[in-house]
């Protein structure tokens, strides 16, 4: 995320050096541009960049306490900056408040993150949608969610029995489904820009999220991105 200061926060870093700074250059960012790293959880996807981040340009990384004790080569290799998940703090121009949600990680947060009158949701890697998150996420006027799994794709592929019920579980991840639910329940009129993250290589496509997002910005207007895996999404345009 950039703020109207040009500094910019990095939401977790899941991809190696390399490809990182490929894709900042494919959006004119130098990786020496980068202020910060807010780290979501200790699952690989999300973080296994972050050591070699923070090492080559030595920028804070905030993350909870539970995620840097799940993982040995945090506790090696780090010193995070410690943030409750029910306490919001702020760095540089940014206000961010993180938020505990069911996952099987550690100490899971999502995050919002306010800039001036901008307020980006970013919704990744939850079992469900629970009460608190619905509620704090009805200020966001951009919200990036994980469509993680078609229901039917997941109950037809060759995973294991145990890995589905994972995935499908309430610490696991959210079906297009939840998705869709969750956004529209939202009912928020600040909402105008959903960009659908996250999704399963093998239990989803981005022909079925299209299509639940052309029904979104059908029926409110917002405007929908799909952040393909290896593709992410240009610079929106948020205020
Ligand atoms: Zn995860
Ligand atoms: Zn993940």
Same mark, same amino acid.
């Given at each position: 995320?950039?703020?109207?200061?040009?500094?910019?926060?990095?939401?977790?870093?899941?991809?190696?050096?390399?490809?990182?700074?490929?894709?900042?250059?494919?959006?004119?960012?130098?990786?020496?541009?980068?202020?910060?790293?807010?780290?979501?959880?200790?699952?690989?996807?999300?973080?296994?960049?972050?050591?070699?981040?923070?090492?080559?340009?030595?920028?804070?990384? @905030?993350?909870?306490?539970?995620?840097? #004790?799940?993982? +040995?080569?945090?506790?090696?290799? /780090? *010193?995070?900056?410690?943030? !409750?998940?029910?306490?919001?703090?702020?760095?540089?121009?940014?206000?961010?408040?993180?938020?505990?949600?069911?996952?099987?990680?550690?100490?899971?947060?999502?995050?919002?993150?306010?800039?001036?009158?901008?307020?980006?949701?970013?919704?990744?890697?939850?079992?469900?949608?629970?009460?608190?998150?619905?509620?704090?996420?009805?200020?966001?006027?951009?919200?990036?969610?994980? @469509?993680?799994?078609?229901?039917?794709? #997941?109950?037809? +592929?060759?995973?294991?029995?145990? /890995? *589905?019920?994972?995935?499908? !579980?309430?610490?696991?991840?959210?079906?297009?489904?939840?998705?869709?639910?969750?956004?529209?329940?939202?009912?928020?009129?600040?909402?105008?820009?959903?960009?659908?993250?996250?999704?399963?290589?093998?239990?989803?496509?981005?022909?079925?999220?299209?299509?639940?997002?052309?029904?979104?910005?059908?029926?409110?207007?917002?405007?929908?991105?799909?952040?393909?895996?290896?593709?992410?999404?240009?610079?929106?345009?948020?205020?």
């Amino acid at each position: 995320m950039q703020n109207n200061k040009t500094e910019r926060l990095l939401i977790d870093c899941g991809i190696n050096l390399v490809n990182l700074e490929k894709r900042l250059a494919e959006r004119s960012v130098t990786l020496k541009q980068i202020d910060g790293v807010v780290i979501t959880h200790e699952h690989g996807d999300h973080c296994k960049g972050v050591v070699s981040v923070v090492k080559k340009i030595e920028i804070p990384v @905030f993350m909870t306490y539970g995620t840097f #004790l799940a993982s +040995s080569s945090f506790k090696r290799d /780090l *010193k995070p900056s410690f943030f !409750s998940p029910h306490k919001k703090f702020n760095f540089l121009g940014f206000e961010i408040e993180p938020f505990p949600v069911p996952h099987d990680a550690r100490e899971t947060i999502a995050i919002i993150i306010k800039v001036g009158d901008c307020c980006l949701g970013v919704l990744t890697d939850t079992g469900m949608v629970t009460k608190h998150t619905l509620n704090v996420l009805k200020k966001v006027g951009a919200l990036v969610i994980e @469509f993680n799994y078609d229901e039917n794709l #997941l109950n037809q +592929s060759k995973y294991p029995e145990a /890995l *589905k019920k994972r995935i499908s !579980s309430n610490y696991g991840h959210l079906s297009n489904t939840s998705a869709f639910n969750l956004i529209r329940a939202l009912e928020s009129e600040y909402q105008k820009v959903i960009v659908a993250a996250h999704l399963s290589t093998n239990n989803n496509s981005e022909s079925i999220v299209n299509s639940l997002l052309e029904k979104l910005s059908h029926e409110s207007r917002v405007n929908t991105f799909i952040a393909g895996q290896s593709s992410g999404t240009p610079w929106i345009h948020v205020n």
